[in-house]
């Protein structure tokens, strides 16, 4: 079989020469007074599976709304493969949505959903009802297909509802929120069987999404929003490794923060003045910095080393004593007050059972390299 | 848990009351239950009994059902309204005008409902409002309004000669055309508060699926808007159309001598020609006529509910 290039392993936004797939240029969206969504202009490539992540209100919805046609920009430009789709009317784009509360016609059976937009478009009923089952087959539903929506279960309908945007092989297929109504563990499964199919059919996918592990998992790049704007893009682990703002850093995954001034940039290692950490914090230079200003100091909480005893040689330690403890199973939480009144969240695996626990109420050991730190400026 | 509960006192009685048949939710359904009782069922049953008994001068101008420990029953009544081609007549007439008067009630009501459902909630309760107005005045009255509008000299025809698009004024009191401006005028609330009731549930990502699948605005309204909002067709359709085929006062005030109303028919029986148990058969004919094709509707919609 011919290999399908992927963007997953092209990386297409890597190439200064590669032709964006949908140019958002300059997007602006205003309700009223409100500025839904602000100046977004952004690239996605073809093939890509291109996750728009952010808190509610922050205007992801409302983009996606308008690449499929149901709000009109209120200034900027949408080009779809080469086509400026400004004028183009919902009923007349190359672009299927799957909805996040799916938008199964009640009435019909599951096939005749699946049918629908193949005979909107004037393709006979044998040949339709034949790309219906092969469709169903691929969703794994092809025993559901005269029910109803209603006599499906919550993943059963979010299949139906994929199958139904993707039969007309769109595209551009844009996904509100596709696994938010389904429970932790069917969202887990259903989060690889979307890759899948992405990656067979090879559509472009935009998904919408609050989830940050959702966005992790699934996409090749994640557009960070807040406020209507786009603050960040990158691949998963570029976004979670270097952030570049303290919205990022916050927002996906969990962060502890430490507020600090620049002590000396000297040129192999950065030492920041924080009396919240109580210690001068050492982290690898960055460029740009002068001296006192203010910046903020990101560490993951698995970055952070738990132990009783001193450890040597690390470039950060403190102390302090355990506030709380959580155990989940795989790992533990733990939550230590240093001296000056700052909680530290730490998480540790739970390797091994031959040591005894850390209990709350003991006093601890922070450390971590200056490596973990990220300094952040905005 | 339950053992306990089920030894307080309380629960004893409520138990052995649900053992006799006698839960809360009976109790609340008896009163409605009583009313339809005393109201409609012994009414229809006294009509009904009427209806099978020889006309006589008498008070009542009827016989009566038992003589001498025998049951004295005829259908000689109904017969006779199978036999005088007026009764099936005037059926006929009655059902015909009921429906046109529904269908144009619909297609009035239809995009009335459509505009107020998807208007913003303000402007919606107003609109509603609106709707609901006329209900403050008399239906007497404002049937009584239209003869002012529509009679010769009335203010339809003075306005439209007036600007000069009529010579003559129009004839339209006194014939069907003014039964169905009435009847229309008089029922439109009816068809446009269900279908309202239906359409404002509307989910409006069904409309954006079907546009985002290909479906123009015109096939999205008649594949979808349409059939997700029967219940409300069916529901409004129903309300202008049974009380319209009895309907007495509009074709009596509107209509003129031609119009062949089954209540109206009924009003002569009975107050005219004092013929008691004719105009009973009516009724109880009329009646017949109205329950079967409901009943026969109602099925089809619970067995299309199921599958």
């Not at chain 2, 049937?143 to 509008?149: K, P, S």
């Not at chain 2, 006062?249 to 009003?267: E, N, R, S, Y």
Request: aromatic residues 8%; neutral net charge; proline residues 6%.
């Amino acid at each position: 079989m011919a290999e399908p290039s992927l963007a997953a392993d092209a990386k297409p936004w890597k190439d200064p020469t590669a032709e964006p797939f949908i140019r958002i240029k300059n997007i602006t969206k205003k309700f009223g007074d409100f500025t839904a969504v602000d100046d977004v202009t952004l690239d996605i490539y073809k093939g890509e599976l291109f996750c728009l992540l952010g808190g509610s209100g922050c205007g992801k919805s409302t983009l996606l709304r308008m690449l499929a046609g149901f709000e009109t920009p209120t200034s900027g430009s949408i080009e779809i493969d080469g086509q400026d789709v400004a004028k183009i009317a919902a009923f007349d784009r190359p672009t299927n949505m799957m909805f996040q509360s799916y938008a199964l016609f009640p009435h019909m059976s599951v096939e005749k959903n699946v049918a629908y937009g193949l005979l909107r478009e004037g393709v006979p009923k044998a040949e339709a009802m034949g790309r219906v089952a092969d469709m169903l087959r691929l969703v794994k539903l092809e025993d559901f297909a005269k029910r109803k929506p209603h006599q499906l279960s919550g993943g059963q309908q979010q299949r139906v509802a994929l199958a139904r945007s993707l039969i007309k092989q769109p595209k551009l297929l844009l996904l509100d929120e596709p696994l938010g109504a389904l429970d932790k563990k069917l969202r887990e499964e259903t989060q690889f069987e979307l890759i899948h199919i992405q990656e067979t059919l090879g559509v472009t996918f935009i998904v919408v999404t609050h989830d940050q592990e959702e966005a992790m998992t699934l996409s090749t790049r994640i557009g960070v929003m807040n406020e209507g704007e786009i603050v960040q893009v990158g691949e998963p682990p570029q976004i979670y490794e270097d952030p570049k703002s303290k919205y990022v850093a916050d927002f996906i995954g969990s962060v502890n923060m430490f507020e600090g001034t620049v002590d000396v940039a000297v040129p192999d290692t950065l030492r920041i003045k924080s009396p919240e950490a109580g210690i001068d914090l050492l982290v690898e230079p960055i460029e740009g910095l002068k001296a006192n200003q203010a910046v903020s100091i990101a560490v993951r909480p698995e970055r952070i080393a738990v132990t009783r005893h001193k450890p040597e040689g690390v470039a950060n330690i403190v102390e302090g004593e355990v506030d709380e403890v959580a155990y989940l199973g795989n790992l533990s939480i733990y939550r230590v007050k240093l001296a000056s009144g700052k909680t530290v969240k730490v998480t540790k695996s739970n390797l091994l059972h031959d040591e005894e626990p850390i209990k709350w109420d003991e006093k601890v050991f922070l450390s971590w390299s200056n490596a973990a730190g990220i300094v952040l400026t905005t | 848990m339950t053992a306990l509960q089920a030894s307080t006192p309380w629960r004893k009685t409520a138990s052995l009351l649900a053992r006799l048949g006698l839960t809360g939710r009976m109790l609340v359904i008896a009163v409605p239950m009583l009313w339809l009782l005393v109201f409609f069922l012994v009414p229809f049953l006294v009509v009904l009994k009427i209806s099978v008994a020889e006309p006589m001068i008498a008070r009542p101008p009827y016989s009566p059902l038992f003589v001498d420990g025998s049951i004295q029953a005829t259908l000689g009544n109904y017969a006779y309204l199978w036999e005088d081609s007026l009764y099936i007549n005037a059926y006929w007439s009655s059902i015909k005008i009921a429906f046109f008067s529904t269908v144009l009630a619909l297609l009035i009501g239809y995009p009335m409902s459509y505009y107020i459902a998807r208007s913003p909630e303000l402007k919606r309760s107003l609109l509603l409002l609106l709707i609901v107005l006329p209900f403050w005045t008399s239906f007497l009255l404002r049937v009584y309004a239209w003869i002012g509008i529509l009679k010769t000299k009335g203010v339809l025809n003075a306005m439209l000669m007036k600007i000069g698009l009529i010579n003559e004024p129009l004839i339209i009191m006194q014939t069907d055309i003014a039964v169905y401006i009435g009847i229309v005028y008089t029922y439109l609330p009816f068809m446009i508060l269900p279908l309202y009731a239906n359409l404002v549930k509307l989910d409006d990502s069904l409309l954006e699926a079907s546009a985002d699948l290909g479906a123009r605005p015109i096939s999205t309204f008649f594949r979808i808007t349409i059939p997700l909002s029967m219940p409300g067709i069916v529901a409004g359709s129903m309300l202008v159309f049974i009380p319209a085929i009895g309907e007495f006062v509009i074709p009596a005030l509107l209509g003129g001598p031609d119009t062949l109303m089954i209540g109206k028919v009924l009003w002569t029986e009975f107050f005219s020609n004092r013929d008691w148990p004719v105009a009973s058969a009516v009724a109880i004919a009329m009646l017949v006529l109205l329950v079967i094709p409901v009943m026969l509707l109602r099925l089809a919609q619970s067995k299309g509910a199921e599958t």
